[in-house]
């Protein structure tokens, strides 16, 4: 079955770059979206088709897709920002998720 | 405004079956796909299976851990989504959202609240 492996944890300083990334096979060759879910919330999209942002999100989200990564880049990270993020794309007509990153805001 | 209400959840016991209902409001609903996400306690999400709408066929696709024990149905009438769950095991204990999905920009847009089933003897 398809997979995707995000990193566990991710540490960020205010202000500072956090990246992560998310792997599969052939993922480039698929749409890939982003979301992020903070303790006892619902998940929210912030990416979708690799590259966009939904009205609402801040700018400093951002997403790329090539290869085998996608990654989802915050610029200027805020302590709001701190919260699981996971990847998603699809295997034909199967959903699947990225293992999850968990972004902390030190 | 997209409001997405899940109901059903409690205590099962291995074996057992539930229905989940998931009622929705502020869309047109008989255009949406659909879909149920779950999450273990504590563990990431795991897409669990989708409905489009009838006008695009009104198919179903499921994940592997539980296709042949989930069933996804829609009533159009009543904007309600439902999962029906049989043959629980206790891996199938979560929190199980119910999500509409864009078709045409590959994304899960809307989600509601969640519904906790626990699965224990």
């Known amino acids: 079955s398809y997979e995707l492996t995000q990193p566990p944890s991710v540490s960020v300083s205010p202000g500072q770059t956090a990246s992560i990334t998310c792997s599969g096979d052939k993922l480039g060759d698929k749409y890939a979206s982003w979301y992020q879910q903070k303790p006892g919330q619902s998940p929210v999209l912030v990416i979708y088709?690799?590259?966009q942002r939904p009205s609402g999100i801040p700018e400093r989200f951002s997403g790329s897709n090539s290869g085998n990564t996608a990654t989802l880049t915050i610029s200027g990270t805020q302590a709001m920002d701190e919260a699981d993020y996971y990847c998603?794309?699809?295997?034909?007509?199967?959903?699947?998720f990225g293992t999850g990153t968990k972004v902390t805001v030190l | 405004e997209v409001q997405l209400v899940e109901s059903g959840g409690g205590l099962v016991k291995p074996g057992g079956s539930l229905r989940l209902s998931c009622a929705a409001s502020?869309?047109?609903?008989?255009?949406?796909?659909m879909t149920w996400v779950r999450q273990a306690p504590g563990k990431g999400l795991e897409w669990v299976g989708r409905?489009?709408?009838?006008?695009?066929?009104?198919?179903?696709d499921y994940a592997a851990p539980v296709k042949g024990r989930f069933a996804i149905a829609r009533d159009d009438s009543r904007s309600t989504l439902y999962l029906q769950m049989i043959s629980l095991k206790i891996e199938d204990t979560a929190m199980y959202y119910c999500?509409?999905?864009?078709?045409?920009?590959?994304?899960?847009?809307?989600w509601g609240q969640g519904t906790l089933v626990t699965v224990s003897s």
């Open positions: 409905i489009k709408s009838k006008i695009d066929g009104g198919t179903t």
């Open positions: 998603q794309a699809w295997d034909s007509s199967t959903g699947v």
């Open positions: 502020g869309f047109t609903f008989s255009n949406a796909w």
């Open positions: 088709q690799d590259n």
């Open positions: 999500v509409t999905y864009d078709k045409n920009r590959y994304y899960f847009d809307y």
